[in-house]
């Protein structure tokens, strides 16, 4: 689905721009049902923190290296019950990054012309937080705490395990592309949902973003 991205810079498309606002248009569609549901959990503020503070974020053991390049193929977060297959994500016949199939609510996107998963560099996934039948993927995103793990199975086989150092709900109307998606100098990963305000005419407001780096691989 692709989205006009007033906000970003106009004359030159930005697939990171787009995928800002992909994420908060259409793949929210729970609560626009007959039956009234409860939001999605938000990030409670002992999980919230400022990502850009200095020693906000892991310390990778000595010696890990980043991985070479290689799809991902599975995401899984115990701690919220998260474990599903992995679509790879690109950009649509418009320019617009694509969203998985909204009618899948067990499958995470990664957007393929990033960083692959382990890579030093900002690798990105993407889920609805519902539709139409209920909860989603990354329903339970924004109720994550600081210091969870998330791993990425790739196809090669190997396995990058993030630490989460922070959980930001991000407007719609102020979503800070370089900040979320910029290269740290380390292997990171954002997971990203919908959340923050919602009402019906427009669906939510935010997104949930989660701030996680590489830790440990095997």
Request: charged content about 20%; proline content about 9%.
């Amino acid at each position: 689905m692709g989205l006009d991205h007033s906000g970003f810079e106009s004359r030159r498309r930005s697939p990171w721009g787009a995928l800002a606002l992909v994420m908060l248009t259409g793949l929210a569609m729970m609560r626009n049902g007959v039956d009234p549901q409860p939001g999605p959990p938000q990030p409670a503020p002992a999980a919230v923190s400022d990502t850009r503070r200095a020693g906000t974020a892991p310390v990778p053991p000595a010696g890990l290296r980043p991985l070479a390049y290689a799809p991902a193929s599975r995401i899984r977060i115990e701690s919220i019950d998260v474990d599903a297959p992995i679509m790879d994500v690109g950009l649509d016949q418009d320019g617009w990054i694509d969203a998985p199939p909204a009618q899948d609510r067990n499958m995470a996107g990664w957007y393929q012309n990033g960083i692959s998963p382990g890579q030093r560099g900002t690798s990105v996934i993407v889920g609805h937080v519902d539709n139409e039948a209920g909860p989603a993927v990354f329903y339970g995103l924004g109720s994550l705490k600081k210091g969870g793990l998330v791993e990425v199975t790739r196809y090669d086989g190997r396995v990058a395990v993030f630490e989460v150092y922070g959980i930001e709900v991000f407007s719609k109307e102020d979503f800070p592309g370089v900040r979320v998606y910029g290269d740290t100098g380390h292997p990171e990963l954002r997971v990203i949902t919908c959340g923050g305000g919602y009402s019906k005419a427009n669906g939510y407001d935010g997104n949930v973003v989660v701030f996680a780096r590489m830790v440990a691989t095997r």
